[in-house]
């Protein structure tokens, strides 16, 4: 095991630094830019149970300080996903996890038995998405309906099981708690914050307006994240992995310091697919030029 090696509760990564869902495709595709297998891991584009075509609008927005997004969870569904993708990723030697969506509990459940089948180490349950009209979010926002829907799951699926939290509730602390009850085994926060956005253009006398509505995530989300991560770790005691915004080392470390034990970094991806990669350089360099041990010692500094 090298210095940056982590233990999730049982569940072991080469390093801490992990790609965001629906950031980085199913992971291949980016071998053109970086060594992937090089990454602690990478988390899926969401799966559910029957393929999906997205939404139809406007899909990607920019804005100062991140971007915005309704995707709607275009994938290829599970069964293609084992087919094609799987095999993919096993001959790339890419350690990945599965994102997992879903409209129903059943949806859920009947996806992450398939998973357990086919030994699918370890899933991430998106309850968080804002960009779908039914279930996902539906589940994240509400404490018994999150704890009925991680019960069903767990009751099927043997393996690492995260659960993906989202701030667009008042207490995300509740939400940890439920989770942690039901039998998952981390969590990961945050998804993306509820935005908009309407662009103006004045043409021949009239306004134009270019409205998206979706998840906002980027840079602008991190001190949200930084809070949310921060708050979990203070009631729940499973791992948890902080996601908003990552995009240079200070960033990892300022999450690791909240009480992250793993990141995932998403939108940098879109401009410097190289960034995760990069991070796991740098995060080695660090604790060596400083003379840390290991990653577990330079987190226990960090939250001294
Ligand atoms: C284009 C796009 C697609 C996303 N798709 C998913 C998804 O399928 N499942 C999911 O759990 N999160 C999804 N997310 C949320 C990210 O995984 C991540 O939680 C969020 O973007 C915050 O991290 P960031 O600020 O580093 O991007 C998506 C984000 C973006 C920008």
């Given at each position: 095991m090298?210095?940056?090696s ?7 990564l080469?390093?801490?630094i992990m790609?965001a ?6 992971a291949s ?8 297998s090089?990454l602690?891991?990478?988390v899926?584009?969401a799966i559910?149970?029957?393929?999906r075509?997205g ?11 991140g971007m ?5 969870l ?8 084992l087919?094609?993708?799987v095999p993919?990723?096993?001959e790339?030697?890419?350690?990945y996890?599965?994102?997992?969506a879903?409209s129903?509990i059943?949806?859920y459940?009947q996806?992450a ?19 779908v009209k039914?279930g996902?979010l539906?589940f ?17 699926y043997n393996g690492f099981?995260?659960?993906k939290?989202?701030?667009n509730v008042?207490?995300i602390?509740?939400?940890g ?10 969590v990961?926060?945050i ?7 309407i662009k103006i253009?004045r043409?021949?006398g009239?306004f134009?307006?270019?409205?998206v509505?979706?998840g906002?995530s980027?840079i602008?989300?991190?001190?949200v994240?930084?809070g ?8 729940i005691?499973?791992p ?5 915004g990552?995009?240079t080392?200070d ?10 034990e793993a ?8 401009t410097?697919?190289?960034?995760a ?11 060596t030029k400083n ?6 010692e ?5 939250r001294?």
């Amino acid at each position: 095991m090298g210095k940056l090696s982590v233990n999730l509760n049982g569940f072991e990564l080469k390093n801490p630094i992990m790609t965001a869902s629906g950031t980085y495709g199913y992971a291949s595709e980016y071998n053109d830019f970086i060594d992937v297998s090089n990454l602690g891991a990478v988390v899926t584009k969401a799966i559910s149970l029957h393929p999906r075509a997205g939404n139809k609008h406007i899909r990607i927005t920019e804005t100062r300080a991140g971007m915005i997004n309704s995707i709607g969870l275009e994938n290829v569904g599970i069964d293609k996903f084992l087919e094609v993708k799987v095999p993919e990723l096993n001959e790339n030697n890419i350690d990945y996890i599965m994102n997992v969506a879903g409209s129903t509990i059943d949806e859920y459940v009947q996806v992450a038995k398939k998973c357990d089948e086919n030994n699918i180490k370890a899933i991430e349950l998106n309850v968080s998405c804002p960009n779908v009209k039914s279930g996902c979010l539906e589940f994240g926002t509400d404490e018994n309906s999150l704890y009925e829907l991680v019960s069903a799951v767990r009751a099927v699926y043997n393996g690492f099981l995260i659960v993906k939290l989202t701030p667009n509730v008042t207490s995300i602390e509740k939400l940890g708690i439920a989770a942690e009850k039901a039998g998952a085994n981390a969590v990961s926060a945050i998804n993306t914050l509820k935005g908009m956005s309407i662009k103006i253009e004045r043409v021949s006398g009239k306004f134009i307006k270019t409205i998206v509505q979706g998840g906002y995530s980027g840079i602008g989300i991190k001190p949200v994240a930084i809070g949310a991560v921060s708050r979990l770790s203070k009631v729940i005691n499973i791992p948890i992995i902080g996601i908003g915004g990552i995009e240079t080392l200070d960033d990892v470390l300022e999450f690791f310091a909240a009480g992250a034990e793993a990141v995932q970094v998403g939108t940098a991806n879109f401009t410097h697919p190289e960034t995760a990669e990069k991070l796991v350089k740098e995060l080695e360099e660090y604790i060596t030029k400083n003379g840390f041990e290991s990653l577990d010692e330079l987190k226990k500094e960090l939250r001294a």
